[in-house]
């Protein structure tokens, strides 16, 4: 087996060593501004409302606003079981991506036939969210500068070369390391209008506030425990009260789902990430990074980083694990050796800001779908709906859910609910002990992957064939 370029050029330990001493333990995006960020009632008692959102991520707060704008009328009450946007939503690194399949190739493979569908509904979902930034004056940090896929390994550069995505340019080493100075790049591919970077915390908060603005009422530290059909409509029973409704939406995500058809179809996994202090002006020189992208390296076990508003540099992925059981636990959020690591693949990355020191580390539970992507469906005669299973590309496609769970229960076929990405349920996980054995496998043999100029096992062969698979 070959080593990666993270095994091959390994700075001194002392160097992460020191660059970790310091770093708090909380998220960055939510650290910056929940001082700040506005609190809602619980609810008590017994209401009622046409429409009942449970989760206040990305998914209830798109629907809530989408709801809303589309029939100003509609009573909507959105119910979150701790504060909104606490979750995926505030913590993570802030890419919103237009692609709905995670990512070019995924889609190609799954859905050769809507691939054109898909990327332009992608596209036009990522511009109406833009204009929804713009037009409700949301404080997001919304940022149109693209992202940028890397090759750090010489196998990479062809997958690059390759690449037949018409929105964007393939990069030489030279014309790449002129964008962003590392010496791992050997090529890169500029996706220029197709991402965004945003604040992601603020991005929940600004949502929750355009929501409210349009008479929707949100209630925090409100949690659901069932949902109860009755006359004609739904029960949503909470910890301290109920609320009648018309229609409900689900967007629970990684958190356990009130619907028992979906136990099996998503996984927990685990991401890490880091952020370091404001770069010096001579530091961020050293690197250039000018256009501000996001970029991603090309392996199986990828690294994702990006600048934020004051220079600081997210730097997160590689490790993402999963646990037996694959329950949300908070103990999972604390594990020092894969600070570690990415700290070390770091200074792989940028050598010349050794010195540079980590102000905050974190993690969180994302969930996970063998299509690598969301899928949607309705329940309890049509007057349920929910999405789920994002895998980690939810910051964008979430808006493009809301539309799509909206059209599910207007009960009107629309172009977004004819697609096949739409329709068709994924293959469900195994139960355990079976989960566990076999994803832990499958990223050993994408591991191996990397260390083996890219070539896949009979195991990845294998679930790439059956449309199984776990993503890092």
């Given at each position: 087996?070959?080593?990666?370029v993270?095994e091959?050029?390994?700075p001194?330990?002392?160097?992460?060593t020191?660059?970790?001493?310091?770093?708090?333990?909380?998220p960055?995006?939510?650290?910056?501004?929940?001082?700040?960020?506005?609190?809602?009632?619980?609810?008590?008692?017994?209401a009622?409302?046409?429409?009942v959102?449970v989760?206040?991520?990305?998914?209830?707060l798109?629907?809530?606003l989408?709801?809303?704008?589309?029939?100003?009328?509609?009573?909507?009450?959105?119910?979150?079981?701790?504060?909104?946007?606490?979750?995926?939503?505030?913590?993570?690194?802030?890419?919103?991506?237009?692609?709905?399949?995670?990512?070019?190739e995924?889609?190609?493979?799954?859905?050769?036939?809507?691939?054109?569908t898909?990327?332009?509904?992608g596209l036009?979902n990522?511009?109406?969210?833009q204009?929804a930034v713009e037009k409700?004056g949301?404080?997001?940090?919304w940022?149109?500068?693209?992202?940028?896929?890397?090759?750090?390994?010489p196998?990479?550069?062809a997958w690059?070369e390759?690449?037949d995505?018409?929105?964007?340019?393939f990069l030489n080493?030279?014309?790449?390391?002129?964008?962003?100075?590392?010496?791992?790049y050997?090529?890169?591919?500029?996706?220029?209008?197709?991402?965004?970077m945003?604040h992601?915390y603020?991005?929940g908060?600004?949502?929750?506030?355009?929501a409210?603005?349009?008479?929707v009422?949100?209630?925090?530290?409100?949690?659901?425990?069932?949902l109860?059909?009755?006359?004609?409509?739904?029960?949503v029973?909470?910890?301290?009260?109920?609320?009648?409704?018309?229609?409900?939406?689900?967007?629970?995500?990684?958190?356990?789902?009130?619907?028992?058809?979906n136990?099996?179809?998503?996984?927990?996994?685990?991401?890490?990430?880091?952020?370091?202090?404001?770069?010096?002006?001579?530091?961020?020189?050293?690197?250039?990074?000018?256009?501000?992208q996001?970029?991603?390296?090309?392996?199986?076990?990828?690294?994702y980083?990006?600048l934020?508003?004051?220079?600081?540099?997210l730097?997160?992925?590689y490790?993402?694990?999963?646990?037996?059981?694959g329950?949300?636990?908070?103990?999972?959020e604390?594990r020092?050796?894969?600070?570690a690591?990415?700290?070390?693949?770091?200074?792989?990355?940028?050598?010349?800001?050794?010195?540079?020191?980590f102000?905050?580390?974190?993690?969180?539970?994302?969930?996970s779908?063998?299509?690598?992507c969301?899928f949607?469906?309705?329940a309890?005669?049509?007057?349920?709906?929910?999405?789920?299973?994002?895998t980690?590309l939810?910051?964008?496609?979430?808006?493009?859910a809301a539309?799509?769970?909206l059209?599910?229960?207007?009960?009107?076929?629309?172009e977004?609910?004819?697609?096949?990405?739409?329709?068709?349920?994924?293959?469900?996980?195994?139960?355990?002990?079976?989960?566990?054995?076999?994803?832990?496998?499958?990223r050993?043999s994408?591991?191996?992957?990397?260390?083996?100029?890219?070539?896949?096992?009979?195991?990845?062969?294998?679930?790439?064939?059956?449309?199984?698979?776990?993503?890092s």
């Amino acid at each position: 087996m070959n080593t990666t370029v993270f095994e091959r050029n390994v700075p001194q330990a002392a160097v992460v060593t020191k660059a970790l001493e310091g770093a708090v333990h909380r998220p960055f995006w939510i650290d910056d501004v929940q001082d700040s960020a506005p609190r809602y009632p619980e609810l008590e008692g017994s209401a009622s409302a046409d429409l009942v959102i449970v989760g206040g991520g990305y998914t209830g707060l798109w629907t809530a606003l989408r709801a809303k704008e589309r029939d100003p009328n509609r009573t909507v009450i959105l119910l979150e079981a701790a504060r909104v946007a606490w979750a995926a939503s505030g913590r993570n690194g802030g890419f919103c991506e237009a692609s709905l399949t995670h990512g070019y190739e995924n889609g190609k493979n799954r859905w050769p036939g809507e691939l054109e569908t898909l990327e332009r509904l992608g596209l036009e979902n990522l511009d109406r969210m833009q204009e929804a930034v713009e037009k409700y004056g949301m404080d997001c940090e919304w940022e149109r500068s693209g992202e940028l896929n890397v090759a750090v390994e010489p196998h990479q550069v062809a997958w690059l070369e390759e690449d037949d995505d018409p929105g964007s340019v393939f990069l030489n080493q030279e014309e790449v390391r002129a964008e962003v100075n590392s010496p791992t790049y050997l090529a890169g591919r500029w996706y220029k209008d197709s991402v965004a970077m945003v604040h992601p915390y603020k991005l929940g908060l600004e949502l929750a506030r355009v929501a409210v603005d349009l008479g929707v009422r949100i209630h925090e530290g409100t949690r659901v425990h069932e949902l109860k059909d009755q006359d004609g409509g739904v029960t949503v029973v909470t910890e301290r009260g109920q609320v009648r409704a018309g229609q409900v939406v689900l967007g629970t995500n990684a958190y356990p789902s009130l619907l028992r058809r979906n136990k099996l179809m998503t996984v927990t996994v685990y991401d890490y990430v880091l952020m370091t202090e404001p770069l010096t002006e001579e530091q961020l020189a050293a690197i250039g990074w000018s256009n501000r992208q996001g970029i991603g390296d090309m392996a199986n076990q990828f690294h994702y980083y990006r600048l934020s508003k004051d220079n600081r540099i997210l730097f997160g992925g590689y490790d993402a694990l999963y646990f037996s059981g694959g329950r949300v636990n908070p103990r999972h959020e604390d594990r020092p050796e894969t600070w570690a690591k990415l700290a070390s693949h770091f200074f792989t990355t940028f050598p010349q800001l050794e010195g540079v020191k980590f102000s905050h580390k974190w993690a969180g539970a994302i969930d996970s779908s063998t299509q690598f992507c969301a899928f949607f469906g309705t329940a309890r005669k049509g007057k349920v709906a929910y999405a789920a299973g994002f895998t980690g590309l939810g910051v964008g496609a979430t808006a493009f859910a809301a539309d799509v769970l909206l059209d599910l229960l207007s009960g009107q076929a629309t172009e977004r609910t004819r697609i096949e990405m739409v329709r068709k349920r994924p293959l469900p996980f195994p139960p355990e002990p079976l989960a566990s054995v076999g994803i832990n496998l499958t990223r050993w043999s994408m591991d191996r992957a990397d260390h083996n100029g890219g070539k896949r096992n009979i195991l990845l062969k294998t679930l790439d064939a059956v449309g199984l698979g776990f993503d890092s």
